[in-house]
């Protein structure tokens, strides 16, 4: 096979993995970095230390509505290998980075019955798809 026509295909596969590098899902924390950088159409998900069975709950206050867009409700799961009842599990929220832009992604946890009170914790990131 010539070079020119070994160059085309493998030219080609390059360009695909690079696409399909760049949808790969980023993964955020209370440890990560922000801000945070998306191309529209990739996924952002969004996983906080949570415990319910104190009454207090992580709210969405700003979604970032103008540059993500949810995808689904709040997913909590406890640490099944535990086996003790109130121990501290995760929340999951997932994204998808909608419209190039810049948005804010906060989130107060607080006892919902009581939005006068100061949250106890807040995470906010700001979010730039482009």
């Known amino acids: 096979m010539t070079l020119p026509r070994l160059l085309l295909p493998m030219s080609l596969a390059l360009l695909t993995a690079c696409a399909q590098q760049s949808r790969q899902t980023v993964e955020l924390d209370a440890e990560s970095e922000c ?13 906080l230390t949570s415990n319910p069975t104190t009454g207090y709950r992580w709210q969405v206050k700003d ?15 406890s640490p099944e290998e535990s086996g003790l009842v109130g ?5 999951t929220w997932r994204f998808q980075a909608s419209a ?7 989130l107060v946890y607080q006892q919902p019955w009581a939005p006068e009170v100061q949250p106890v914790q807040t995470f906010e990131c700001a979010i730039r798809v482009r």
Request: net charge positive.
């Open 35 to 47: 801000p945070k950088r998306l191309a529209p159409g990739q996924n952002l998900t969004l996983t």
């Open 87 to 91: 121990v501290a599990g995760t929340s």
């Open 63 to 77: 979604p970032a509505s103008s540059v993500l867009r949810s995808l689904g409700p709040e997913v909590y799961s």
């Open 100 to 106: 190039p832009g810049d948005g804010n992604l906060v």
